[in-house]
């Protein structure tokens, strides 16, 4: 009988705040082990430890990826995640809240495209642990997102300014050379259009 394989959905928070640019799964990262994201980022970490160890101990097929920063319809209204965010406020014509100066960057990958990379690993080769980067290889400040979902929706709102949270990375860009490689795999849809579709969906949900 054939063993079953484990995906861990593993998270480019592994990387931490990154001295490396883009980020390749090769780098080990750089990650504040006792401040208040620590609790997501270590026990990450932690987590594809236990999988590897687990791998190596039992021989059981594990697949680990690294995602980035992933957006797309059925997004909670109430998430919190700044496309979801900025999105609800723009279509309540409330205050756009941009964190810091909204010169950190982030690389959006939308959902369908995330998911068609997990499938691909899944029935990747058995032995190939990865861990795999799964994510969008363009980058945006949090500023253009914000300028650029006002654009779209045509909405009346402002943009505000809010303190910058602890530890929060300042540059996050998935090298995907290896998705490519093993999976053949890269994004396919443009942001515009996967804003698109994630506004749409926002708009019939409030
Ligand atoms: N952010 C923001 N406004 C919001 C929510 C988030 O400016 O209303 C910022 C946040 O500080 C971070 C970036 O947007 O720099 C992405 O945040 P998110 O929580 O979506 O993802 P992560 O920080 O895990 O990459």
């Known amino acids: 009988m054939e063993k079953a394989r484990i995906l861990q959905a593993s998270t480019s928070e592994v990387y931490g705040d990154p001295e490396m640019h883009p980020q390749t799964e090769s780098y080990w990262g750089r990650v504040n082990p ?4 620590s609790c997501y980022d270590e026990g990450k970490r932690a987590a594809e430890c236990l999988m590897m160890d687990y791998s190596r101990q039992n021989h059981v097929d594990v697949k680990i990826v690294r995602i980035f920063n992933t ?14 965010n900025l999105i609800v406020q723009a279509l309540k014509g409330e205050e756009m809240t941009v964190y810091g100066d909204g010169s950190q960057t982030r690389s ?3 959902v369908d495209d995330l998911i068609e990379g997990l499938i691909r690993m899944m029935n990747s080769p058995g032995g190939f642990t990865g861990p795999v980067n799964l994510g969008t290889p363009h ?3 949090i500023l253009q997102l914000a300028q650029t979902l006002l654009g779209m929706t045509g909405s009346p ?12 990375p300042i540059q996050r860009r998935p ?16 942001f515009s259009e996967g ?10 949900m409030i």
Do not use: H
């Open 139 to 141: 980058e945006f400040t």
């Open 157 to 168: 709102s402002r943009i505000i300014f809010k303190p910058l949270p602890q530890d929060d």
């Open 34 to 37: 006792i401040g208040i994201r």
């Open 108 to 110: 959006f990958c939308y």
């Open 175 to 190: 090298d995907i050379t290896l998705a490519r490689e093993k999976l053949d795999w890269e994004p396919r849809i443009q």
């Open 195 to 204: 804003l698109e579709k994630t506004i749409a969906y926002f708009r019939q």
């Open 71 to 84: 957006y797309g319809p059925r997004m909670a209204l109430n998430d919190g995640r700044v496309v979801s």
